[in-house]
């Protein structure tokens, strides 16, 4: 089992591989939206490689508000 | 006609199956110039279908299949005309739009949605017209209408009802939450999961393996296992119009055209 400081340290991983980010600019409190200059869809693709990678279900209306990596984090701990 | 190359659509007939890709930025967004192009595709289905056993659709762009109905033209669209006439005005894109899909689902072609990305709404609605749907591991789905205040306006209750359990129907429709492609494989949506920017390449595998096939017998089989619900499509329609005449819809829809939020299609 993952503890919440690895679970949020892969998603920082995941994020900074995907959207070609220097993982070390990263940190849990940063807004994923402004940090990695997303949209919606590139969020919703965030989601999917976030559920493939920890194996869970996200529903998006749980992610609802959910704009920093902490929080993010503590939403897949709960599903681990 | 072999050939199209329009504004939203294009396609090919090439070595018996013919290649549909979408290709409206920013994600396909359909709209009226999408749906007079789809119905010139639908008016040449059947003659398309005396040379290929096959119909592939996919998307050229990169964000995916497609975002679903264009809700920023439908909005200024109806901001234009009185409820009353907005509401006819809707009516007949739905009817229009359920003629372009019915003939793609009884085509007596095998149809095949090669899908990545966003497949919502209208896009979805589209893919489950179509026989089999492969998906690359990027691909999501979903019906989100409900967070307008409607429901899914071109069959896709209908058809998601006819190949898939009510249960699981009823937690998409009314959740409208995404769900991505191992899970859509999980429930039956999905026929194969591929692996990133694989689904057209796949696609064009499969349909090449079904051109060994009996055409006859492919089209008895696809005739037999696949009824088209038109009596629930022409439902579908009815209590669509009756939800689209709410003041809360005009509301979601102003709401989300207006947007500069970054989840806007979360309410």
Not at chain 2, 174 to 203: H, W
Request: hydrophobic share 40%; aromatic share 6%.
């Amino acid at each position: 089992m993952r503890t919440p400081d690895q679970t949020l340290d892969e998603i920082l991983g995941l994020a900074a591989t995907q959207f070609k980010v220097a993982r070390e600019k990263l940190t849990a409190d940063d807004d994923f939206f402004k940090t990695l200059g997303i949209d919606s869809l590139q969020a919703l693709d965030l989601l999917t490689r976030l559920e493939h990678h920890f194996n869970v279900e996200l529903p998006d209306y749980e992610l609802q508000g959910v704009s920093d990596f902490r929080t993010l984090a503590g939403r897949i701990q709960s599903r681990l | 006609m072999n050939q199209f190359k329009g504004q939203a659509l294009s396609w090919e007939l090439k070595d018996g199956v013919v290649e549909l890709a979408l290709h409206r930025e920013p994600c396909n967004e359909l709209g009226l110039v999408s749906l007079g192009e789809a119905e010139q595709l639908a008016d040449s289905l059947e003659q398309l279908s005396r040379e290929a056993h096959a119909l592939v659709i996919y998307s050229a762009l990169k964000p995916g299949f497609s975002a679903g109905a264009d809700l920023r033209e439908l909005y200024q669209r109806s901001q234009k005309m009185e409820r009353a006439e907005a509401v006819q005005s809707v009516r007949h894109q739905l009817e229009r739009a359920h003629r372009v899909l019915n003939t793609i689902d009884a085509s007596p072609m095998t149809t095949i949605a090669a899908v990545h990305g966003v497949v919502f709404g209208g896009g979805f609605e589209l893919a489950l017209g179509c026989d089999l749907i492969i998906a690359d591991k990027t691909a999501r789905f979903c019906f989100p209408e409900l967070r307008l205040g409607l429901i899914p306006g071109w069959g896709g209750i209908p058809r998601l009802k006819r190949d898939l359990g009510n249960a699981v129907v009823r937690d998409i429709l009314l959740t409208g939450r995404s769900i991505n492609a191992t899970k859509a494989q999980q429930i039956g949506l999905v026929s194969q999961v591929v692996g990133e920017g694989e689904a057209l390449r796949v696609a064009r595998a499969t349909a090449a393996q079904l051109g060994k096939f009996d055409r006859r017998t492919a089209i008895a089989a696809k005739q037999f296992i696949k009824p088209i619900p038109y009596e629930e499509l022409r439902r579908e329609i009815d209590i669509f119009c009756e939800l689209f005449a709410q003041p809360a819809v005009e509301a979601g829809l102003k709401k989300f055209a207006e947007s500069t939020d970054a989840q806007p299609y979360l309410p």
